[in-house]
Every structure is written in structure tokens, then in C-alpha cells.
């Protein structure tokens, strides 16, 4: 990490502004970027064979684990926001990143399902806090335009901290399940207070009250939006898309390992554990996801209605078919293929959506990102419920639902999207 920050500094440009304790803005934000991502790899990677193995799980309770985080999400966005706006980026970042700190502690050293739904709804407020304000406080001290390259440089030091990170994870959850949550909780919590002295803060000014982040603001958005979208039949295209591909992704997140750990027996390669194997498959996924978005934006030059909906289509078609396979497929080797493709399908899918929509009016990305949330959350329970079910009946092949609801709900999509409703649109 220390030699991609020192990588950082030598490309970064010659101009600086005020320091803090001699760190640059720039240094700072790569350095935060790059530590966040291999902290949260280091937990997130152990984090749900712990709820399965340590605390117990059943299916419907991993999902609720991630209704309460996106609950709190969604409830304290709009009132830790005014923090940042009003009083301080800084202050709001570094209270964001120590109380995501101390939830991981508390569910690290505490396996019972209780304390850990008050964690993950700490771990949302925490969230909330540093949502959208690291990069604004980055604009408010270089600018907008200079901002523009360190996002770009910040995003591939952060790639790399992912993958560092599921690597120490592995290790010390081989030692010990736990041991990588609250380990990475504490670091976090050090990070947070490591931003008290080195993080400078001479460009912020209150947002002006007609811009801070409001429900009125929120309403402002979807009418705009809305508005947009009746001129374009391609946005609705996509908006529909974002909806039927947020309301399928959640059960294939929070259940991939459940199905990994109840549908198979791991390969006796060597002395590699389950822990190492989950590992392993995380790397490869996240390596997959970072390849093919780079592929898709480099042949992606064109963005027109009809190119974005062959696209579209092509993306999720390949992702329905993956997701199937990953939830039917018998043998070990053919899921973990089909588990990498979904996880590089749904990371160029998101990106081709946000792309276009950003490129089309602002107001629709930001829409676009509710409309892909939303629906899972609402539909989290009763997957929940339903992977119970199946897992008790011994209907479901995949033991817990999450394939089958993922892969039909992709289904809807090609409907949403194919030759025959597109050229309806267009005419």
C-alpha cells in the first residue's frame, strides 16, 4: 500500500494547496481509498462464513442482516448528510468510518444474532456518514477538475486493497473465524482517528441551503428525472433494467456462501480449507469484475438507444444463464464458474446503466440508483422466507432459494428490454 501511495506521488500534478502535518490532499484520499478497500475486503470476505459457522444463520437471518444495514441506510442518509454540508466533510468521515469500526467490533466478538442487527444498523449509520462526502471534500480541495484524475487513481489503488485484503482475511480467519472482523473493526476505528492529523481541510464552505441534502431535494430528483425520461424511451429502458437487476442481486450476495457451504463438499486440493477456497473465489470474481469492466469501456465508444439495448440484453441474458447454472449446477468447479461470471456480468451491467444514464442527464443516474435498491430491499424478506422454506421442503436444489429468486427475477428483464418492447419504444 505505502509503495501505491509513493506511486501516487509521483504522478500526481506539481501544484499543492495547504497540508496537513505534510500530507497532501491527494496522498491523503488515495491513502484513505486504498486502506478502506483492504480493511472492508479483510472483514467482508470472513464476515458470512462467521454468521453460518459461529452464530448460527439460517437463511432468512442473513438477509435480515442486510435489510437492517440498508434500513438505517436509507433512514439516516438525509440527517448525517447535513453534517457534512453544513459543519465539516472531515468531521462527517472520520465519525463514518469509526462507528463502521466499532459495529465490525461488535459483531466480531459478539455471535449472537441480536448484537450483531444493532451492529449492521451502526455499520449503516456509519455509511450514511461518508457517503458521497470523501469525494466532495476531495473536490472542495483540489477542484473539480484535478478531483477527476484522483477518483480515477483512487478506484485502481482501492482494486488493489480489495484483493490484499481477501488475502489477510483468509489467513487470519484460517487462525481464527473472527479474528479478521474485529481486527479490521479496530483498524478501521485507528484509520478514523489517523484522519484527525493527517487529513487537511482548507477548502470546505457550508452548502448553501437550497442545496443541502433534504427529502425535498430527494422529491426535486425524481420529478426532474421523471421528466427526462418521458422525451428518452431508452431511459426507461434502463430504469427498468436497474429495478428488475436490484431486486435480484441480494439473495446471490448473502446466500453464495451459505450455498457453498450446505450444497458441497470442497475439493481435498492440498491443505486448502473452506475458508481458503472462499477466498480464492473472491479474488477470482473480483479480478473477473475488474477485467471485464475494463474490456467494456474500451469497446463501448458508441452509446445509442439501439446499442445500449443489445447490450443490455446481451449482459443479462448471460447473467440469467449464470445465475441458473450457479443455482442448479451439481459440481463444485462448474458453480464456482458460473458464481465468477455473475458477480463480472452484474459489475459491467451496473456500469454500462450508471454510464449511460449519467451521460444522458444526472438526475437519471441518481434515480437509476434508487430504483436498484429499492425493490431488494423490499423483496429481501421474502426471499428470506423463501430460501427457509425451500431449505426445509429439500425442494431447492441450491438449499436455500436465493439461485431460483436471483434467476427468475433476471428473467423479467429480458422482457423489459428485448428487439420486440424496444422497437415499440423507439417508435
Known amino acids: 500500500m505505502a509503495v501505491s501511495v509513493l506511486l501516487w506521488n509521483s504522478l500526481s500534478m506539481p501544484e499543492k494547496k495547504a497540508d496537513c502535518m505534510g500530507f497532501t490532499p491527494l496522498i491523503v484520499y488515495v491513502f484513505f481509498k486504498g486502506v478502506s478497500a483492504f480493511l472492508l475486503a479483510m472483514i467482508f470476505t470472513v464476515a458470512p462464513l462467521y454468521r453460518i459457522n459461529e452464530v448460527g444463520m439460517n437463511p432468512f437471518q442473513l438477509m435480515l442482516v442486510g435489510m437492517v444495514l440498508e434500513a438505517a441506510a436509507f433512514l439516516f442518509e438525509i440527517p448525517t448528510g447535513i453534517v457534512a454540508d453544513t459543519y465539516s466533510r472531515k468531521l462527517s468521515i472520520i465519525i463514518g468510518v469509526c462507528l463502521m469500526g466499532l459495529a465490525s467490533v461488535?459483531?466480531?466478538?459478539?455471535?449472537?444474532?441480536?448484537?450483531?442487527?444493532?451492529?449492521?444498523?451502526?455499520?449503516?449509520?456509519?455509511?450514511?456518514?461518508?457517503?458521497?462526502?470523501?469525494?466532495?471534500?476531495?473536490?472542495?480541495?483540489?477542484?473539480?477538475?484535478?478531483?477527476?484524475?484522483?477518483?480515477?487513481?483512487?478506484?485502481?489503488?482501492?482494486?488493489?486493497?480489495?484483493?490484499?485484503?481477501?488475502?489477510?482475511?483468509?489467513?487470519?480467519?484460517?487462525?481464527?473465524?473472527?479474528?479478521?472482523?474485529?481486527v479490521g473493526g479496530l483498524l478501521m476505528v485507528a484509520l478514523g482517528l489517523m484522519l484527525i492529523v493527517i487529513m487537511p481541510e482548507t477548502g470546505f464552505h457550508p452548502t448553501p441551503r437550497a442545496e443541502r441534502s433534504s427529502w425535498a431535494q430527494m422529491r426535486h430528483t425524481f420529478v426532474a428525472g421523471t421528466k427526462v425520461i418521458r422525451t428518452r424511451?431508452?431511459?426507461?429502458?434502463?430504469?427498468?433494467?436497474?429495478?428488475?437487476?436490484?431486486?435480484?442481486?441480494?439473495?446471490?450476495?448473502?446466500?453464495?456462501?451459505?450455498?457453498?457451504?450446505?450444497?458441497?463438499?470442497?475439493?481435498?486440493?492440498?491443505?486448502?480449507?473452506?475458508?481458503?477456497?472462499?477466498?480464492?473465489?473472491?479474488?477470482?470474481?473480483?479480478?473477473?469484475?475488474?477485467?471485464?469492466?475494463?474490456?467494456?469501456?474500451?469497446?463501448?465508444?458508441?452509446?445509442?438507444?439501439?446499442?445500449?439495448?443489445?447490450?443490455?440484453?446481451?449482459?443479462?441474458?448471460?447473467?440469467?444463464?449464470?445465475?441458473?447454472?450457479?443455482?442448479?449446477?451439481?459440481?463444485?468447479?462448474?458453480?464456482?464458474?458460473?458464481?465468477?461470471?455473475?458477480?463480472?456480468?452484474?459489475?459491467?451491467?451496473?456500469?454500462?446503466?450508471?454510464?449511460?444514464?449519467?451521460?444522458?442527464?444526472?438526475?437519471?443516474?441518481?434515480?437509476?440508483?434508487?430504483?436498484?435498491?429499492w425493490p431488494d430491499r423490499l423483496a429481501r424478506p421474502n426471499r428470506g422466507w423463501a430460501s427457509v422454506w425451500c431449505h426445509r421442503q429439500c425442494f431447492d436444489p441450491f438449499g436455500n432459494g436465493g439461485g431460483w429468486a436471483g434467476g427468475w427475477s433476471s428473467a423479467s428483464t429480458l422482457l423489459a428490454c428485448g428487439p420486440d418492447n424496444q422497437h415499440r419504444r423507439d417508435r
Open 106 to 182: 461488535l459483531e466480531g466478538l459478539v455471535p449472537v444474532l441480536g448484537p450483531i442487527l444493532v451492529a449492521w444498523a451502526i455499520w449503516g449509520l456509519g455509511f450514511t456518514f461518508t457517503s458521497g462526502a470523501t469525494d466532495a471534500w476531495m473536490v472542495d480541495e483540489i477542484g473539480e477538475e484535478r478531483s477527476r484524475q484522483a477518483f480515477v487513481r483512487a478506484a485502481q489503488i482501492a482494486q488493489i486493497g480489495t484483493l490484499v485484503g481477501i488475502v489477510v482475511g483468509m489467513s487470519l480467519g484460517s487462525i481464527q473465524l473472527n479474528l479478521p472482523i474485529w
Open 233 to 373: 424511451p431508452i431511459l426507461m429502458t434502463i430504469l427498468t433494467v436497474g429495478t428488475i437487476v436490484g431486486a435480484s442481486g441480494e439473495g446471490l450476495d448473502r446466500l453464495w456462501q451459505y450455498h457453498f457451504e450446505t450444497s458441497f463438499r470442497f475439493p481435498t486440493v492440498s491443505e486448502l480449507t473452506p475458508i481458503m477456497w472462499f477466498g480464492m473465489i473472491s479474488a477470482m470474481a473480483t479480478l473477473l469484475s475488474i477485467g471485464a469492466a475494463e474490456l467494456l469501456n474500451r469497446h463501448m465508444t458508441e452509446i445509442t438507444d439501439r446499442s445500449v439495448a443489445r447490450t443490455l440484453l446481451l449482459i443479462d441474458g448471460m447473467r440469467l444463464v449464470s445465475i441458473l447454472a450457479f443455482a442448479l449446477a451439481g459440481n463444485f468447479l462448474l458453480t464456482v464458474v458460473a458464481f465468477c461470471a455473475t458477480s463480472a456480468l452484474r459489475t459491467i451491467n451496473g456500469s454500462t446503466l450508471c454510464n449511460v444514464a449519467e451521460s444522458q442527464h444526472p438526475f437519471v443516474c441518481s434515480l437509476h440508483r434508487t430504483l436498484n435498491e
